[in-house]
């Protein structure tokens, strides 16, 4: 089987603030400046932050003072200081490379979160069999044409292949659309009212198999789910 792996809260926990939000009120930018902040944060290439900084002052035409740029840079290194692997990520990468099935990253990242998975992770890196980015490939989840990239990269058939990650509209709906199974990572807890709505989403599709945590998915996995 092809097993492809979200990071953020699927492998790796961080601050609760996502980068385009925490962004967003340093520079005290309205609501709907959320959408290109998380373009110009997961589907740009910076590896550094300075040029992240750039790019969004250059779009939203504004001045960034010091004081807020020391803010995104100190941000940006939490977001690799304070940064940890959730229960059970390298049992479960075991796990999987034990069961011999081929593993593959897809992921909305930035680069400071990127700097951490290898490091955290690095023992399974080079046994994965592919991985794909969102800031590598300047495209972000839910896009179809990420996915579509994962699975030419991967050489993987969604018929044969199950995805394991945290949100349901950025990880299930679109891998379940191309008939992947689905094992939907509840990795924070959140108010009933949401809940129910995420479940809304995913309601229409078959093979989708809700856990509490990682153990869990291995456990289905090796059942043959
Ligand atoms: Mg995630």
Redesign the pocket.
């Known amino acids: 089987m092809d097993v492809f792996l979200?990071?953020?809260?699927?492998l790796l926990g961080g601050p609760n603030l996502s980068p385009p939000k925490k962004i967003r009120s340093v520079l005290n930018l309205p609501e709907n400046s959320y959408d290109r902040l998380s373009e110009i944060v997961f589907a740009e290439n910076h590896s550094k932050p300075e040029s992240l900084i750039d790019s969004v002052a250059k779009f939203f035409e504004i001045e960034i003072s010091n004081g807020q740029k020391d803010e995104i840079i100190k941000f940006w290194d939490s977001q690799y200081e304070d940064v940890y692997e959730l229960d059970y990520a390298t049992e479960l990468f075991s796990g999987l490379f034990e069961l011999g099935h081929r593993v593959h990253i897809i992921?909305?990242l930035w680069f400071p979160f990127y700097r951490k998975f290898n490091e955290v992770f690095k023992e399974f890196i080079p046994k994965l069999s592919s991985q794909t980015f969102s800031f590598m490939d300047g495209l972000r989840k839910p896009s179809s044409k990420l996915y579509q990239n994962a699975m030419e990269r991967s050489g993987a058939d969604p018929g044969n292949s199950i995805m394991i990650?945290?949100?349901a509209g950025?990880?299930i709906v679109p891998c379940a659309t191309l008939g992947m199974k689905c094992i939907w990572y509840l990795?924070r807890d959140l108010p009933d009212s949401k809940l129910t709505k995420k479940r809304a989403l995913v309601a229409s599709f078959c093979d989708i198999y809700e856990v509490k945590n990682l153990k869990e998915s291995l456990e289905l996995i090796k059942k043959g789910l």
């Open positions: 979200d990071i953020g809260f699927t992921s909305n990650g945290d949100s950025n990880d990795s």
